[in-house]
């Protein structure tokens, strides 16, 4: 095992330089190791998946990235530079914005809210709905999914709509990082598609993105690197190109020698 | 209930996905129109019944009359709105008010007229500190703590008058509530108009009207988005409380007393304002606009059914159908109930 992390660590030197790196982070709940020793590197302008079966610890660790689990140890950088995650907040200072699941959605607020929710810009504490306007506009306009209106409840809205309101709010705030976790699930085959081509949107705009999906169709579709996840342990970190969808599969389940997927 | 709007979009967005667009936007479009037009619609039923059984409701007299009594519940009204808009509520308001009455009618005899109604509109606000402090550091339930707060003041206030009216109030003092006009409009009226419009800017332009409907909407992504949500509540309930207080000083100058019992069930009254005007029972959703036409809803009905010489007891009821009706229509208008 430990001759197969030497070797898949060469990537990182081929890897100009990390944007954002966990290292030897472990987390345990009791006897359960939900992470143990894991090291991850995602470079600049870099699509990333993780990759795992239930349990293997993919959500605990975007979880430390994004601020809503503490690490018993390990480190994080940020651009080389050690930083500390405590709360969403600290993880958003830093330009990392994770788009959940269960999507932090003001749903009875309109798109324009909720794309500058707790961040709307201001004069003299009252908010410019104008500026709002504009940059939402011009944000928006570069996302694939199209939202019918910027004064729409976010209720009404389609999850790929939703999912691109969340995507726009970190676009505004400048983010560097974006997280999603399962974005492609409960979407429709038509959504699927415009959410693929969203992510791709942001890769072209020098952004990175690191995607957890069950999906290997989607995530061979999108992903240039692929980090696979089992009991807690980062198994392996494959380039897209240099692999095949049954080789990642049995990374996944263990039947698949390392070896031979890389 | 993320878990349920999820659910909703996803069958949604597998059922129809090309034609959903269009429908959903014209939702809220009709809902709105629903609800504004719809009170609005009552209150000229209502208007119109009241002239046919009685022509002294029909009176430029008596409109005064009800803009002047309106006055207060508006205030009432509009402070309840904004604690309910942010998923809270505030039922101590009548002993907000039954304190204020009596310690302004001491303060006013001691230290004089003007300082004597700051004192009160200080202690509205100082008692809503303690209520928001309560809820929104040490996580108590609105319920629990403005309910024990509502007890607390109201025993106070009979504690300090003895259970008595303050009387023998200077003359002065009566100008807020019943003696003064301006441009041949009562005080009382033009202080809750003014009010009204402040606040009604607040919340929809400023960052804490922003602020509040999101954390009414919902309160952990408000918190993931970085908006302070304890402080945000703190304010709601001393916005909440020095509106009563102001509430409470007009009213105890209208009967130029003192009155410890004063604002009795006024919590019922402005609950039932709020939701009449449209106010999304978990909050997040409604206008201060809606919740004025509540107000006058509710004004008018009083007005009118006692010149017909109904008694209070049929108000009573009246109230409260109403506001079951009406809190029906706040469920199915909710954004997540799609047919």
Redesign the interface.
Known sequence: MSAVIKKDFMLDEEAVKPLLSLHQISKHYGHVRALENVDFSLTFNEVHAIVGDNGAGKSTMIKVMAGAVLPDVGEIKFDGQPIQIRNPQDSSNHGITTVFQHLALVDTRDVLSNLFLGREPTNWGWVDRQKMRDDANRVLGELSIKIPSLSEPVANLSGGQRQAVAIGRALLQGSKVIIMDEPTAALGVEETRKVLLVIEQLREKGLSVIVVSHNMHHVFSMADRITVMRGGRRIATVKRRETTGDAVVGLITGTELIDRAI | M??D??RN??V???KN??T???E??K??LRFFITQEIGVGASLCVLIGIFSLLQPLFWDRGNFLNISRQAAEPALLAMGQAVAMLAGGFDLSIGGIMGLTSAVVAYAVLSVGVIPGMVIGVLLGTFIGFINGTLIARYRLPPFIVTLGMLSLCRGLAYIITGGLPVLNLPEEFSYLGSTGYVGGLPIATIIAVVIFCIFYTVLT???????V??I???E???R????NVARIRTLIYMISGSLASIASILLSSRVSSGQPSLGDGAELLSVAAVIIGGV?LRG??GSLFGVMLGVALLAILANGLNLINMSSYVQLVAVGLIVMVASVGSVIRG??SEE
């Open positions: 993320s878990l709007a999820n979009n996803s949604q967005a597998t996905n090309q959903q667009t269009p959903a936007s939702k809220p332009r400023s960052k804490f009207g922003y602020d409907y999101s009414g909407g919902n952990s992504a408000a993931l988005a970085g908006i999304r997040g959703q954004p997540r």
